[in-house]
């Protein structure tokens, strides 16, 4: 189907474990985010690309890694999870800029 | 970074009046604007977009841009329960690239 999914939905994981959230868009989007979103806190951008091989850190990227082999994927790695790292995160998309991003599902991530 | 900021919710309106949401941003070269509606356990999805000021009208929506008071707005008109939900406002503060930066929210329910 055409869009941006975002796998698995739910994930319970054990702190220090490595955990990867998949993000898959068919679009063919320049433009991939991921955002966590917590009580209090919104939405805050964790890294972004601009094309495939070019990411950037976004206001709260510690404890994450991303990586764009390919434009219709951008899986983020938490290297060693933290119980602070209990959230739920958004992928998300967008053409060109200035146009609006679109959302996958989300991930309800907690870390135990 | 810069801020996006919105009304404090939560905001409880009844069946068939005028629901208005207010944001105001930080960054005076911000050029684009978006309103999402997220329900409680789903993604943030696009509900408007404005980009020049004054007002931009879809259906029972209106969005209002004044980037002079850095300010944009959202009116429900004839609010229904279906209406009932968050309200995420964001600014693209980045003129050559994508940089959202989300507002916190503004809980929306509408009363029978």
């Known amino acids: 189907d055409a869009g941006i999914t975002q796998s698995p939905r739910y994930k319970i994981t054990e702190t220090g474990r490595q955990v990867t959230l998949m993000c898959h868009q068919t679009?063919?989007?320049?433009?991939m985010f991921w955002y966590r979103q917590d009580l209090g806190h919104g939405l805050r951008l964790i890294y972004y690309?601009?094309?495939?091989?070019?990411?950037d850190k976004g206001e709260v990227p510690d404890g994450y890694v991303v990586s764009r082999s390919k434009t219709e994927n951008f899986p983020l790695t938490l290297e060693s999870a933290t119980r602070s790292q209990t959230s739920v995160y958004f992928c998300?998309?967008?053409?060109?800029?200035?146009?609006?991003?679109?959302f996958g599902q989300g991930t309800r991530l907690t870390v135990v | 970074q810069k801020e996006v900021e919105q009304n404090s919710g939560p905001l409880s309106v009844p069946e068939g009046a005028i629901a208005s949401l207010n944001c105001t941003y930080s960054?005076?070269?911000?050029?684009?604007f978006f309103w999402y509606r997220q329900y409680s356990g789903k993604s943030p999805e696009l509900i408007m977009s404005i980009y020049s000021n004054g007002d931009k009208e879809d259906g029972r929506f209106t969005a209002q841009l004044n980037k002079a008071s850095q300010y944009v707005s959202l009116l429900i008109r004839d609010s229904q329960p279906s209406d009932s939900a968050t309200y995420l406002c964001a600014v693209n503060q980045d003129n050559y690239g994508q940089n959202f930066v989300f507002g916190p929210g503004t809980r929306l329910s509408v009363l029978p």
């Open positions: 690309s601009a094309a495939a091989d070019i990411t």
């Open positions: 960054d005076r070269v911000s050029q684009s």
């Open positions: 998300a998309s967008s053409d060109s800029d200035s146009t609006e991003a679109f």
């Open positions: 679009w063919s989007h320049s433009y």
